[in-house]
């Protein structure tokens, strides 16, 4: 399965931003997904994962109360709203197709999208 991000950009701190992952050429619903993020000089760390049917989610502490993530099978697509953005949410975001909150459970990547929160 291919996978394609979108929707990053540049927010205030305090803004909203809903980042989308469309996934092509596999069976979509079959994959449970996950967004991950890495800021310059820091590795990859995990933000947020759902099952394959949406009934189960899970967060980083990090950002737990502030980003939900969700998903419509129909549509081939993984989304990740973001509200009360901070500069420490600056990063570049990828989505994957896996289960966990560890990369090492992620078959398919896609490429990122930068996220930039201006304080």
């Known amino acids: 399965v291919q996978l394609q991000a979108s929707g990053g950009g540049l927010v205030q701190a305090g803004g909203s931003l809903r980042l989308s992952c469309a996934a092509f050429?596999?069976?979509?619903?079959?994959?449970?997904m996950g967004w991950f993020r890495q800021a310059p000089g820091k590795e990859r760390e995990f933000v947020a994962a759902?099952?394959?049917?949406?009934?189960?989610?899970y967060y980083a502490d990090s950002v737990k109360g502030r980003f939900t993530i969700s998903r419509d099978n129909a549509k081939n697509t993984v989304y990740l709203q973001m509200n009360s953005l901070g500069p420490e949410d600056t990063a570049n975001y990828y989505c994957?197709?896996?289960?966990?909150?560890?990369?090492?459970?992620?078959?398919?990547w896609g490429w990122g999208t930068q996220v930039t929160v201006s304080s």
């Open positions: 994957a197709a896996g289960r966990g909150s560890s990369l090492k459970t992620y078959d398919y």
């Open positions: 050429g596999g069976t979509f619903s079959r994959y449970g």
């Open positions: 759902i099952n394959w049917s949406g009934s189960s989610t």
